[in-house]
């Protein structure tokens, strides 16, 4: 097993560093933002500014490595994500700041693109499945402990520094490797109306999965706060948000390769739309909301990777990975207007607006799943396409699935 993830080790490394040092950027932003007494509406839009660049890196970051070459486009993200990183130490303005937070998307989507090709080339058919888990792996670990630097919040620039040094540092395990750079192929992305007219459920999906992890991430550390976490605690609260989503995509997904994909589907949304209604309704510190948020990233989670699933079933095996550009965009649409959506809710109701915006989406979501469930036969369990626990990130990673295969 170890064999097979050695050739792509310096891969690895390099997102955990990556991910530590910028993965508690979206908390530290809106906690920022939320304790110099900015409204929700303004923080929304500084954190929809990150996944519009998110969204447009990822649509022009491969004519970039075409012309210069993985490791010089890796290398020049991580430069410049380590300089914005530091930037936002100077001066506090939520203008400023979606600035920053606009390049930001920018080079996390760069990177993305070249670690997930570059994993791509690496792994054998044999053993994809395992470099997809690790790669997941290091990715969500990064994240769930970086969350952690805001108890360095000592003095000002602190968090800042540390996730600095952190981004800085990843971009060694590439520049020292010696692997081959992969060939950049050129992917032609199913329309989204093909992907619709494929899998209606699928698209609406995604699209809604968006919406609530970008409302999330862009505004969770904001509702933290008014519920009145310390800084520590809200630390734990996205960390435990991070590990559920970990903990539940493996026995989601076996129940989702075993069952009717689309019932799956359907129940959790339904426990979504429980547990946010739980956590709008809560909104105060103590065990239950950490076992809550905990439940909710387990759930919303693994939306994503069924959804696309889902999708897959209706698809020959040549229009998977074309397919999986489509989705990602979808979902990166939803995540941009999740932010600014979600934080009007917020202002309207409250700070348990948050949930209750993120619970509504699963809502709808459930009613159009149901609604789909009536209208097709499902795809029977031995023809459906394997689950994958799949980043939402870019369609590189989606040829890292190891049983691509025809559907009827």
């Known amino acids: 097993m170890l064999s097979s993830i050695i050739p792509t080790r310096s891969m690895l490394l390099a997102i955990f560093m990556l991910m530590a040092g910028n993965g508690v950027m979206s ?9 110099a007494g900015l409204r929700a509406g303004i923080i929304g839009l500084v954190a929809t500014s990150y996944f519009a660049g998110l969204t447009i890196g990822a649509l022009r970051a491969s004519p970039i490595i075409r012309r210069v070459g993985y490791i010089r486009t890796f ?74 630097l805001l108890n360095l ?23 020292l490797t010696r692997l081959q750079e992969p060939v950049v192929a050129q992917q032609s992305p199913l329309t989204i109306r093909g992907l619709y007219a494929a899998s209606p459920l699928g698209v609406a999906g995604c699209g809604m999965t968006g919406l609530m992890l970008g409302a999330f991430y862009g505004l969770g550390a904001v509702y933290s706060r008014r519920v009145g976490l310390e800084m520590s605690e809200v630390a734990l609260f996205m960390s435990a948000v991070i590990a559920g989503g970990v903990a539940l995509q493996w026995p989601v997904g076996w129940l989702s390769d075993r069952f009717d994909r689309r019932a799956v589907i359907v129940a959790t949304l339904l426990g979504t739309t429980v547990v946010c209604g739980a956590l709008g309704w809560l909104a105060r510190p103590g065990a239950m909301l950490m076992i809550l948020g905990a ?43 999740g932010p600014t959506a979600a934080s009007g809710v917020m202002m309207a109701v409250g700070v348990g607006g948050l949930f209750l915006f993120i619970g509504g989406c699963a809502l709808l979501a459930l009613m159009f799943a149901l609604w789909r469930q009536f209208r097709g036969e499902p795809v029977p369990s031995e023809l459906q396409h394997p689950y994958q626990i799949l980043p939402r990130t870019t369609p590189a990673a989606a040829e890292l699935d190891p049983l691509p295969r025809a559907a009827d």
């Open 153 to 175: 919040d000592t003095f000002v620039a602190a968090p800042f520094v540390a996730s600095s040094l952190l981004v800085s540092l990843s971009v060694l395990p590439i520049a």
């Open 295 to 337: 439940a909710f990233g387990g759930l919303s989670f693994a939306l994503y990777p069924l959804c696309v699933a889902h999708t897959n079933d209706h698809l020959n095996a040549e229009q998977r990975v074309s397919a999986s550009g489509g989705l990602v965009l979808i979902y990166s649409v939803g995540a941009a207007v």
């Open 27 to 35: 908390t530290l932003v809106s906690f920022r933002l939320e304790s």
């Open 75 to 148: 290398a020049a993200a991580v430069s410049l994500l380590s300089a914005t990183t530091l930037a936002y130490a100077l001066f506090q303005n939520a203008g400023f700041w979606a600035l920053l937070r606009f390049v930001d998307g920018l080079c996390i989507a760069a990177v993305f693109i070249c670690l997930e090709s570059w994993l791509n080339e690496r792994a054998e058919p044999s053993t994809r499945g395992l470099v997809l888990a690790a790669y997941m792996i290091s990715l969500y670990a990064g994240q769930a402990l970086g969350q952690f």
